[in-house]
């Protein structure tokens, strides 16, 4: 079974920073796309950075300059500095990868998310 978890999290007053990590684990074969989203409340999904296949990294545009995302092997980082009181929102952990699946099967591409981590920035 494959997993993404999240951590770091946690509340931080404006202009502080936080990092968040995820790890992916389970039977992955290859991690084409890794990175972060975001939702708060009563708003939708958004991109916040990913790293795809070569390292190109790529910024929603409000948040470069201030977020930073950087990988591991199965894994992927977000520092973030200069953290306003809009940026709390809960943050997923989110990949595509190329999955093992039974002995003797055809490996399989999918979309994986993490359950998020509560980010909270009060004024």
């Known amino acids: 079974q494959v997993q993404l978890m999240e951590s770091g999290g946690g509340s931080v007053q404006a202009g502080g920073s936080l990092r968040l990590s995820c790890a992916a684990s389970g039977s992955i074969l290859s991690v084409y796309i890794i990175g972060w989203w975001r939702q708060g409340a009563g708003r939708g999904r958004e991109m916040v950075a990913e790293i795809g296949e070569g390292g190109v990294v790529r910024y929603a545009e409000s948040f470069e300059g201030r977020f930073a995302v950087d990988r591991g092997a199965n894994a992927v980082y977000l520092q973030m500095v200069n953290l306003e009181t809009a940026d709390t929102s809960v943050y997923y952990c989110?990949?595509?990868?190329?999955?093992?699946?039974?002995?003797?099967?055809?490996?399989?591409?999918?979309?994986?998310w993490g359950r998020g981590t509560q980010v909270t920035v009060s004024a």
């Open positions: 989110y990949a595509r990868m190329l999955i093992a699946t039974q002995p003797g099967g055809q490996p399989k591409t999918g979309d994986y």
